[in-house]
């Protein structure tokens, strides 16, 4: 028995004895020249890690940078640039509107009426939004009617089109530092009222905002217009007037006049949203028009609209409603529209601006170069 213990601890010592000499260390398993390999790819891996996190780092930074840029460009300054571009496009310089025209869906053919006409697309000019929506050209016309100079927006952006709030801020800025003073807008509508059936026009007298936006929301800018400014005289009275003497001249058939309510859009109205609307007063309703007017006003514009009704709102007729609906009575209005308004802008033109003038021409010599190193007029 001892021999046997003997013999196999002799075996297990020789055994231990033989792997302690022909065992070669871990580190002596790889070679000098794969341990350089290893590490070098290892620096390779951590610098393309630092490349690639140092490039979407600089991207995010340009990226934001960029927003910041954008977002804090004002819109004086963006308007001015409009109009810099603007005056640069036109080749007559005593050309001077004191009258913008905004032309909603299916009126852009009105702009076919202004003569010598320059057509300079959204696109061109910083802070314009080109509209998704046919039925708006996206071009700033300027020419003249019967001789009275004229700019008119051929189309417009909507909220619903995923635009911020101040979308027509610049815009309609852009029309004030040419020296626009009156604003006429058109705007296709739904009507609420049995009496005022599709093909009718419609002047608007007041408006009701369900669009849950305001143009003006944000830092106000004191060289475009008031914080708080005042919507009690929105449409103009004296210009509601004249538009009704405009289509007595050109014996159109009697306008109405109506409140119209805009909403926020793209969806048309329920029946129970336009039972509603008609209880809180309004006599029409679209998904445009008042971001401008406020804008407008805000700037001291006097301004005016037509309502051009395309159909009867949800819940007063069986026929559906469709935007192809919408450009097909605004085509059959528009040469009616066309003529109105050459004969509004003669009245305009005739009664409110040279008598305008007539006030500046005894102005404070001060105040009226304040005013003109404002507004940019010509």
């Not at 949203?273 to 809180?280: A, L, R, S, V």
Request: net charge negative.
């Amino acid at each position: 028995m001892k021999k046997y213990i003997f013999g196999s601890m002799a075996l297990v010592l020789g055994l231990y004895i033989y792997s302690k000499k022909n065992t070669k260390p871990l580190t002596n398993m790889i070679k000098p020249t794969e341990q350089v390999n290893v590490l070098e790819k290892d620096k390779e891996r951590k610098k393309r890690e630092e490349i690639k996190q140092s490039g979407e780092e600089k991207e995010e930074k340009e990226e934001k940078e960029e927003k910041e840029e954008k977002g804090n460009k004002s819109i004086f300054k963006l308007a001015s640039s409009c109009v810099n571009i603007i005056n640069k496009k036109i080749k007559n310089k005593s050309f001077s509107p004191r009258i913008a025209i905004i032309l909603g869906s299916g009126m852009g053919n009105v702009a076919k009426s202004i003569k010598n006409a320059i057509y300079i697309p959204y696109g061109d000019l910083p802070g314009f939004s080109n509209s998704t929506v046919h039925g708006h050209a996206g071009n700033v016309v300027l020419g003249s009617i019967d001789g009275v100079d004229v700019a008119c927006l051929q189309g417009r952006v909507h909220y619903y089109e995923g635009g911020p709030a101040n979308a027509v801020m610049v815009p309609i800025n852009t029309l004030k530092m040419l020296g626009c003073d009156t604003l006429l807008a058109t705007a296709a509508v739904g009507s609420l009222d049995d009496n005022i059936g599709p093909g009718s026009i419609v002047v608007v007298k007041d408006h009701i905002n369900f669009q849950g936006v305001n143009p003006l929301v944000g830092l106000n800018e004191n060289i475009l217009g008031p914080r708080f400014p005042s919507l009690q005289n929105a449409y103009d009275k004296e210009l509601r007037t004249l538009l009704h003497e405009a289509s007595d001249n050109i014996k159109m058939k009697k306008m109405t006049e109506g409140v119209y309510c805009s909403l926020l859009g793209p969806s048309f109205e329920t029946p129970a949203e336009i039972n509603m609307i008609w209880n809180f007063g309004a006599d029409v309703v679209g998904m445009s028009l008042v971001g401008e007017i406020i804008a407008a006003r805000h700037c001291g514009m006097k301004c005016s609209a037509l309502a051009i009704v395309v159909n009867f709102a949800e819940g007063l007729s069986d026929t559906k409603i469709t935007h192809e609906e919408t450009l097909h009575y605004t085509d059959k209005v528009a040469d009616s529209v066309a003529n109105l308004t050459k004969e509004y802008i003669k009245l305009v033109n005739g009664k409110i601006i040279d008598t305008v003038e007539d006030v500046e021409a005894v102005e404070d010599v001060d105040t009226k170069e304040e005013r003109n190193n404002i507004h940019y007029s010509h």
